[in-house]
Nanobody
Framework: QVQLVESGGGLVQAGTSLRLSCAAS????????MGWYRQAPGKQRELVAL???????NYADSLKGRFTISRDNAKNTVYLQMNSLKPEDTAVYYC???????????????WGQGTQVTVSS
């Protein structure tokens, strides 16, 4: 009922920047929290950043100052600006959204398919 589509990943050199986007579509009444997670090879998926519908943000401590999450509620889209990228940032980045599909319904958590970010040294 709800689809999340990420874009913006790729292969970049260390020290450069990337901006990821994630657009939600489908039966959407309201989107609550939106976030980015990442999973490196052989590691568990970890939180990168969260943003509430009101714009409050929360970041993984190790990423504060380099990554910035933002959202455009009119476009149902969340962004992740990643600066000063390091090889250890290499991972598949996943978008997550907590979505309510109707006025009286409960919200569900949806995931995107992931976008690969590879940072070369």
């Amino acid at each position: 009922q709800v689809q999340l589509v990420e874009s913006g990943g790729g292969l970049v050199q260390a020290g450069t920047s990337l901006r990821l986007s994630c657009a939600a579509s489908g039966r959407i009444f309201r989107i609550n929290d939106m976030g980015w997670y990442r999973q490196a090879p052989g590691k568990q998926r970890e939180l990168v950043a969260l943003i509430t519908s009101g714009g409050n943000t929360n970041y993984a401590d190790s990423l504060k100052g380099r990554f910035t999450i933002s959202r455009d509620n009119a476009k149902n889209t969340v962004y992740l600006q990643m600066n000063s990228l390091k090889p250890e940032d290499t991972a598949v980045y996943y978008c997550n959204a907590d979505v309510r599909s109707s006025l009286v319904g409960v919200s569900y958590s949806y995931w995107g398919q992931g976008t690969q970010v590879t940072v070369s040294s």
